[in-house]
Nanobody, 123 residues
């Protein structure tokens, strides 16, 4: 069973930094191919929005509000994606969700989500 386990959320003051991690398990074996991993967030009474994604080819994409402050990276060998968040602002407060797009052999490509980790930035 594929699972995404997130860690690293918490409470930080504005201007501070946090690093989120997300590890995918249950994906060992040649039939699994993680095509992309990334982070989305959902603030209070807001829609879920893109934070950052990275593909198996190494390309990255960032939401406009985090460009220049957040950096996504990936350890392919560990099936883990990281999000380094610097210069955090109160408006970054949200639940951050890890996402993975995984191809399972001939069955197809599927989206998986983590349970979410809370990031709170105080002013």
């Amino acid at each position: 069973q594929v699972q995404l386990v997130e860690s690293g959320g918490g409470l930080v003051q504005a201007g501070g930094s946090l690093r989120l991690s997300c590890a995918a398990s249950g994906v060992s074996g040649s039939i699994f191919s993680i095509n992309a991993m990334g982070w989305y967030r959902q603030g209070p009474e807001l829609q879920r929005e893109l934070v950052a994604t990275t593909t198996s080819g190494g390309s990255t994409n960032y939401g406009d509000s985090v460009k220049g402050r957040f950096t996504i990276s990936r350890d392919t060998a560990k099936n883990t994606v990281y999000l380094q968040m610097n210069n955090l602002k109160p408006e970054d407060t949200a639940v951050y969700y890890c996402n993975a797009v995984i191809r399972i052999g001939k069955l197809g490509q599927y989206d998986y989500w983590g349970q979410g980790t809370q990031v709170t930035v105080s002013s």
